[in-house]
């Protein structure tokens, strides 16, 4: 029973995600706690290789957290038979090319969304792990955030009766860089370098749906560039050639209309900075982040539209708080705990690249309606 040490590349750590979510919290902190425990009492123990562009930042964080290997040479890294996952957080159009290379050297893969840049790509790459029989995912960590993990617990107590509409509202005013600094990469508003609103926050909003409320059936969508030029990380104007607002419509299986407004260019006037409403027969709910409201209807007051009267209505008052009843761990981490556990131990692993492939239809899927105004159908997409 003894422990198993897993090599696992990590590409894109100099990023944010990479760096802060996927390194320190992930797998760092998955090695400090001394590995994972599995089943039968063995523990498994990720060994981060760090991969990157630039030596020197390699090297730092190398030397700042204890991790003896890094390489700018992803190749070499890949032919390390010590390494038995490779993981990509680079940005997005940087990784279909490098998990095409893990994949020919026989790494299980794991990969921030979307999985690729068009929806063709990512069901190839799908369709490559799967048929060289490794195991493959991809991040859906909204999944494991406390307050959708409470929503899941309404959805699968029946707390809502049958689900009629889910309303989503997700954004923050993003700095133009101007007079202050944007706190996003300029590569998120260059189309060319894979950025864009769509591109974005579609995949993350297609697993949500489908994973809570069922499969996406339509998607009619609206976009926009409401701020044509940024500055970028030195301070030069550019054009921003992506959108930053997407206004979408998502029709599901089973009839849930769904309508989520994603936008860098909104001021927050919310308790999170995403947040969804679900109203059912039943009940209504609002989860953000961390937390989760609930009104049932038989504690829903009756509102009558009256302008010409002040309204004695708090109805933000009139809601009741989801209790935790569990600890939540980082959801990035939980997520790789899965992961690592479906490498070693075979068990359940449903976020594959080829639902990050779904997920990246339902964004084309947006741009096209944008493009042309029209409503856009799902069809099926399988290997
Ligand atoms: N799951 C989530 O909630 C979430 C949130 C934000 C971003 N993401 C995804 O994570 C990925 C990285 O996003 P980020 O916000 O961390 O980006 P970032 O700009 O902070 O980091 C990008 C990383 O890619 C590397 N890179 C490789 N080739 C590059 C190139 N040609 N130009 C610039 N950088 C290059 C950089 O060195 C850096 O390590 C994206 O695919 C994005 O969609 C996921």
Redesign the pocket.
């Known amino acids: 029973m003894g422990d198993h040490v897993l090599g696992v590349a990590m590409n ?7 760096y802060r ?1 996927h390194l320190t919290r992930s797998v760092l902190a998955i090695r400090d706690a001394g590995g994972l425990e599995l089943a039968d009492g063995s523990r498994v123990v990720p060994r981060p290789v760090l991969v ?3 030596e020197r930042k390699l090297r730092e964080i190398a030397e700042r957290h204890d991790i003896e290997d890094w390489s700018t040479d992803l190749d070499s890294v890949l032919s390390d038979p010590s390494v038995s996952i490779y993981f990509d ?7 279909e090319a490098a998990v095409r290379s893990a994949i020919a050297a026989g790494k299980h893969v794991y990969v ?3 999985t690729a840049a068009t929806l063709d790509a990512s069901l190839e790459l799908a369709e490559l792990a799967r048929r060289a029989g490794l195991c493959n995912g991809v ?1 859906q ?2 999944l494991f955030l406390p307050g959708l993990l409470k929503l899941r617990r309404l959805v699968e107590s029946g707390f809502f009766g049958r689900v009629l509409s889910v309303r989503g509202e997700f954004g923050y005013w993003v700095f133009e860089g101007d007079w202050q600094d944007g706190q ?2 300029s ?2 508003y260059r189309a060319e ?2 950025g864009g609103i769509v591109l ?1 926050m579609f995949p ?1 909003w297609h697993y949500v749906l489908e994973h809570l409320f069922g499969p996406v059936r339509s998607v009619t969508a609206r976009t926009a560039t409401h701020i044509p030029t940024r500055w970028d990380e030195n301070g030069e104007p550019y054009e921003a050639t992506a959108d930053d607002a997407a206004y979408g419509i998502f029709e599901l299986e089973g009839g849930v209309v769904a309508q989520i407004n994603s936008s860098w260019s909104v001021r927050v006037d919310r308790d999170e900075l995403v947040e969804f409403q679900v109203d059912g027969t039943h009940g209504s709910a609002v989860a953000g982040l961390r937390s989760c409201r609930v009104q049932h209807r038989s504690t829903t007051p009756k509102a009558v539209w009256d302008p010409d009267k002040a309204d004695p209505g708090r109805y933000r008052a009139q809601w009741e708080e989801v209790p935790d009843n569990a600890d939540f761990p980082n959801g990035f981490r939980a997520q790789w705990e899965l992961f690592l556990r479906h490498v070693v131990q075979g068990t359940p692993f449903p976020h594959d690249l080829l639902s990050g492939a779904r997920g990246l239809q339902m964004a084309e899927a947006g741009l096209l309606s944008a493009a042309t105004g029209r409503t856009v159908e799902l069809k099926e997409v399988a290997l």
């Open positions: 894109g750590v100099t990023g944010r995600m990479g979510q990157g562009r630039s957080a680079q940005i997005t159009h940087a990784r921030e969304k979307p991040v960590d909204k996003r990469p590569w998120n370098e894979g974005d993350h």
